[in-house]
């Protein structure tokens, strides 16, 4: 009676053994499957994000419709839509981060401008469907993607992780409780998103053409205004793939 | 109450129910259910049956069977598992849709259904192959693949896609599309993405390789639009396009693919892509022809050459600036009238080609130069000039004007009246040459400066309207460069021009292309023979020859015979067919051939003769000379032999009127110097003709024997002068008709009732002398010509002057009476000799025998009158001394008129006289 006892014992323990393996695996191995969805070229990777950036930059893209769209396309109220929104981290803050802060700040600023995306549009466009605005999430959806490629691949080039850039999330948060300021505010917030996507542009022109290479593009730490200058202690979060990234 | 029916109504409703549930169960079911097998491989299902089932109906699982497609399976694939379940297996699966059904038999006999299933074979998905996916401009990606072989089982195919943190929705294909699917997003661009193919059935599921691109490398842009074209005035060469370019052009660098042509090329020429590698609005195209109209294209793509190309664009056209006219226009000139001292020239040129005259031309300008005199200056805008000239050498200018400028002057000498063209082109040909008529000729020693092609439709209905072109002194070879027509024959004409005037033309004749003639000829016959036909036929109008008659050929044949061809030379329009038939009917038809073809004129039936001719000529000519011939030579030899026919056929009849009888007889006047014959006998030579004695028992009285003697003495005298006497109608026939036909009965009454006998004793026939006295029976009824017609009679008496006896009559018998060749001889012998010795009844009994028998009737009066002569010899012979010496008297002087028949015995001599009969 006990032989069979000792026998479902031993085929127990490689099953469970496997199990166990399995599951503390399962997050590397989905990092290493999506992993080898993105590009391994870091010039590729790099021109991907320059040329998203440039895209996104682009006013025409959403800016110009929204006011179209919201009825904002006067002078005065194009005035008031320029005055962009200061809640998205200056190019010479951003060029002073690490590549990887760098990144995980773009990647988090890119977040919040899609929470702000979305609750602008449920507030402002109500039923109204806007083609760019879809185009737009699909392409910060993108900027994002690539931004955990291009992280991956510093990462597994032993590039230290930089903390990101805080507050950035606060100011994008809807407050206007007004229709027409809300319409503002929002225009403002496109303006602002326009504006941060050339900064981010204009950081990755100055990227070298290696990946291996590790330096900080500004010693200007400092001349960020709008944003707080804090170095928070945790790693560089990375995003998570199939959808699961951070909110 | 109420509760009562709802009981009833519940009670009902439950024995409905458990009644249905007894029909719906079943006795048995097939595992597994819907089975999908797949192709090749072996399949097992299970009949269960129910325990109850087999309760009612007494069966267990040897009882039942199975069909496929309602065709009972062998019982070798049954497996019997237990009692209520029975498998069947199929091994090697090669229907693809089969209904199985188990069956069983209840109570052993009763086959009952149990259960069915569709059993659906097929093929598991093979991998799908060549994936691909395009991203058109503002679609969504559509992804292409290769689904491998047919399953034949519903196979869906899905297209996955996902990004490193991001997995998109999958698009399944539709199935009259499995070969490919639109996602339903939007392409990111710069993200790059992994696509997948998943096929899968009920058999199995695969997927394809994974690719991983970024979508702006799948990209076919729009095209470019608003294209448009422009020119510039300062420079005639160029023309530069302006377009549009795609939205995408914001996202992507583009590169373009330019094309452009010529108005009415069909090829397209190509900008050099290394120019138009970068993006742009605009290009400049360069090195066109002035004034010309341009057709341009355009197209782009990705600038690193990835993705697709678009579309082309719209084409859009453009024209060049105008420039001077290049080339000098063709220039000739004719000479319509020509009189004393002046000349009405005609001047031609032709129009330039838009190539050459390189804008639109706005005039000519012509100047007419005689020798040591002032230019004559022409503006014209039509293509000719007529001008009157003297006949003295004039020398023309001629240069087309554009907007631009003019052209090259066109020099063209006009000799004088008396200019003798000479110097010409040899060995001209002409011949078709890819669609087009080439002219070749070899040039003259002379310096050519240019030549001159002339040509026009020869045509039998319209005239000779003639074209031109000009070629330059250096060209040996061209091709006539109007609008040439096929199955049109063309008289080409090639005329070099000197500097001091035109040379010698040449003319050669060609087809662009040739074709078989529209008609046939028409064959006639010229002449029919027996044996032979001339055929004719006249040569094909040019119109119908649609190219170059090369021969003809002649079919013929009879209504029944085989055809029989002939090929004549195109040069002939005569042939003779030979070796006919004659008097056969024969149908003939002619086929004319070009190089492309015959075309058959229409059929001819002509009729050969009978006979050739002349042939009956021939045969009715010589055959009536011939007749003519011999019947002149007949005639000639009758007449040199008349006395011999004469004696034979027609005997000289002694006329009786010159007898010595008659000249004795008392009733007869001496006629001897009356009668021609009188005079040959008065010769001499018939001295004494003695007729003896004539016994006679005729009972007509006496006196009408005169009358009918001084009857017939008139008559004779009435035919004096001819030489056939009484006789004369016929050489053959009795004298008797000539005499009197009336009395023709009466004397066989007399000659019937009277045997009458007359010895003629005479001198001989004609030099003979016999030497026996002839007595002879003049028998009305018979000629005694039948007896004169045959000398041998004469002979036989000659024989028997010979002194042969009886002998030589018998011969004679012999020879005129063949059939009664023995017995009747002896018998007639016999009986002429009983005859002799008996009366004269018995002598006429004889005779009726002798006519009563048909076999020897011809012969009977031969008989009888021999057997009168021999049997009156015998008779008389004795007592007729006397007369007898007379008689050898008269027979010498018989004999010397050979013509003389040598009896003749129509006369019954009477008392006193005779009496013709």
């Given at each position: 009676m006990r032989a069979p006892s000792m026998r479902a014992q031993r085929t127990r323990r490689p099953l469970l053994s496997l199990a166990l393996g399995l599951l503390l695996l399962s997050p590397a191995a989905e990092a290493a499957v999506a992993m080898r969805r993105c590009s391994s070229s870091y010039t590729q990777l790099l021109g991907q994000l320059r040329s998203l950036a440039h895209l996104m930059k682009d006013t025409s893209c959403l800016l110009e419709p929204y006011i179209r769209l919201q009825g904002l396309d006067t002078p005065v109220l194009r005035g008031f839509c320029t005055e962009c929104s200061g809640a998205f981290p200056s190019e010479d803050a951003l060029a002073a981060l690490s590549r990887l802060a760098f990144l995980q700040t773009v990647s988090a600023t890119l977040d919040g401008v899609l929470q702000r995306l979305a609750v602008l549009q449920q507030k402002c466009l109500k039923a109204k469907d806007l083609p760019e605005f879809h185009v737009a999430r699909k392409n910060i959806q993108g900027v994002r993607n690539n931004i955990y490629c291009m992280s991956e691949l510093l990462t597994n080039g032993s590039e230290t992780p930089e903390a990101p850039l805080p507050g950035t999330e606060a100011p994008l948060r809807p407050s206007a409780q007004d229709t027409f300021q809300a319409k503002v505010e929002g225009c403002q917030l496109l303006c602002g998103y326009h504006r941060f996507m050339g900064s981010v542009e204009q950081v990755f022109e100055k990227w070298g053409d290696s990946p291996s290479r590790n330096r900080r593009h500004s010693p200007r730490r400092a001349l960020h205004k709008g944003a707080r200058r804090a170095r928070p202690s945790r790693r560089v979060k990375k995003p998570v793939p199939r959808g699961q990234l951070s909110r | 109450m109420m509760l009562q029916i709802w009981l009833v109504q519940a009670l009902v409703v439950f024995l409905t129910t458990q009644c249905i549930g007894e029909l719906v169960d079943t006795c048995g079911v097939i595992s597994p259910e819907s089975p999908v097998i797949q192709h090749g491989s072996n399949f097992t299902a299970f009949c269960v049956l129910n325990e109850k089932c087999m309760s009612i109906y007494e069966v267990n699982a040897s009882h039942i069977i199975w069909k496929a497609n309602r065709v009972l399976i062998p019982k070798e694939q049954y497996t019997i598992i237990n009692t209520t379940t029975s498998s069947v297996t199929f091994t090697n699966t090669s229907l693809t849709n089969v209904q199985l059904i188990c069956n069983i038999l209840a109570f052993g006999q009763i086959e009952m259904n149990i259960y069915g299933v569709r059993m659906r074979t097929g093929f598991p998905p093979e991998k799908p192959k060549n994936l691909t996916c395009i991203v058109n401009e503002g679609k969504r990606m559509m992804c292409q693949w290769d689904p491998g072989r047919e399953t034949h089982l519903e196979t869906n195919f899905t297209v996955k896609s996902e990004w490193a943190t991001e997995k998109f929705e999958d698009c399944k294909a539709k199935p009259e599309t499995p070969t490919s699917c639109i996602v339903e997003y939007s392409p990111v661009y710069f993200v790059n993405i992994e696509v997948w193919v998943e096929a899968q059935n009920a058999l199995g599921k695969v997927a394809s390789d994974h690719i991983n691109f970024d979508p702006v490398d799948k990209v076919k842009p729009n095209p470019p639009r608003n294209l448009s074209v422009s020119n510039s005035e300062e420079l005639s060469s160029i023309l530069k396009l302006t377009w549009i370019n795609p939205s995408i052009m914001n996202v992507m660098r583009l590169k373009y693919d330019i094309h452009y042509k010529t108005k009415d090329a069909s090829t397209w020429s190509q900008i050099p892509p290394e120019d138009t590698a970068t993006t742009r609005t605009s290009f400049t195209v360069q090195d066109l022809k002035p004034f010309t109209e341009y057709v341009f294209r355009i197209r782009c793509m990705k600038g690193d050459g990835k993705g697709f190309w678009s579309d082309w664009s719209e084409d859009a056209r453009g024209v060049t600036y105008e420039a001077r006219p290049s080339k000098a226009p063709s220039f000739w000139y004719k000479i319509p009238s020509h009189t004393q001292g002046s000349r009405s020239v005609q001047l031609i040129w032709k129009t330039l080609p838009p190539s050459e005259a390189n804008g639109k031309i706005l005039d000519y300008e012509v100047t007419l130069t005689r020798w040591k005199s002032r230019s004559q200056n022409y503006t014209v805008n039509d293509t000719n000039l007529t001008v009157n000239l003297t006949n003295d050498r004039y020398i023309a200018t001629l240069a087309a004007r554009n907007l631009v400028g003019k052209s090259d002057a066109s020099v063209l000498t006009i000799p004088a009246c008396d200019f003798q063209a000479t110097h010409p082109i040899t060995d001209l040909k002409a011949y078709p040459k890819d669609n087009m008529l080439w002219v070749e000729w070899t040039p003259p020693g002379k310096a050519v400066r240019k030549y001159i092609l002339e040509w026009c439709v020869l045509s039998d209905k319209s005239p000779c309207i003639p074209d031109w072109q000009q070629e330059s002194g250096i060209v040996r070879r061209t091709y006539l460069r109007g609008e040439l027509l096929g199955s049109k024959c063309y008289l080409i004409t090639v005329t070099p021009v000197y500097s001091d005037g035109p040379g010698s033309p040449e003319s050669t004749k060609a087809y662009l292309k040739q074709a078989p003639p529209s008609k046939g000829p028409t064959v006639r016959t010229k002449k029919v023979g027996k044996n032979e036909a001339v055929l004719q036929w006249d040569q094909l109008p040019v119109d119908v020859q649609n190219g170059f008659i090369r021969n003809y050929t002649i079919f013929y044949r009879t209504i029944i015979g085989n055809e029989t061809a002939v090929n004549v030379d195109s040069s002939h329009t005569e042939y003779t067919l030979t070796s006919l038939n004659s008097d056969t009917l024969y149908m003939v038809r002619m086929t004319a051939y070009t190089d492309e073809g015959g075309k058959d004129g229409p059929e001819f039936t002509f009729t050969t003769p009978k006979?050739?001719?002349g042939e009956i000529e021939a045969i009715v000519v010589p055959v009536c000379l011939a007749f003519l011939l011999t019947t002149l030579l007949g005639v000639l030899f009758c007449f040199n032999k008349r006395d011999l026919i004469k004696k034979h056929i027609w005997p000289n009849v002694p006329d009786p009127s010159k007898s010595h009888i008659a000249q004795w007889s008392p009733h007869t006047p001496p006629r001897h110097n009356f009668n021609s014959k009188d005079q040959i006998y008065s010769d001499g030579n018939f001295t004494d003709v003695s007729v003896v004695e004539i016994e006679a028992n005729d009972k007509k009285p006496f006196p009408e024997d005169l009358k009918s003697l001084d009857l017939f003495k008139k008559e004779k005298i009435s035919t004096e002068g001819h030489s056939s006497g009484i006789g004369g109608s016929s050489c053959m026939s009795s004298s008797r008709p000539s005499i009197s036909s009336g009395d023709e009965n009466e004397s066989a009454q007399n000659t019937s009732s009277t045997v009458q006998y007359s010895t003629v004793v005479h001198s001989g026939y004609r030099h003979q002398v016999p030497s026996v006295q002839v007595f002879s029976r003049s028998e009305s009824t018979q000629p005694l010509l039948d007896s004169e017609e045959r000398p041998e009679d004469l002979q036989l008496v000659d024989n028997v002057d010979s002194g042969d006896g009886i002998l030589p009559q018998q011969q004679y018998f012999k020879q005129n009476c063949h059939q009664p060749k023995t017995s009747p001889d002896i018998s007639h012998f016999e009986r002429s000799k009983q005859v002799s010795s008996s009366n004269e009844e018995d002598f006429l009994r004889l005779k009726q025998q002798q006519i009563s028998d048909p076999i020897s009737q011809s012969c009977g009066a031969e008989q009888m009158k021999m057997f009168q002569g021999v049997s009156t010899t015998d008779v008389f012979g004795s007592e007729t001394e006397a007369p007898a010496e007379r008689l050898e008297t008269a027979g010498m002087e018989a004999a010397v008129?050979?013509?003389?028949?040598?009896?003749?015995?129509?006369q019954t001599v009477r008392q006193g006289g005779y009496v013709p009969q």
């Open positions: - | 006979f050739a001719q008129d050979e013509g003389m028949p040598k009896s003749y015995l129509p």
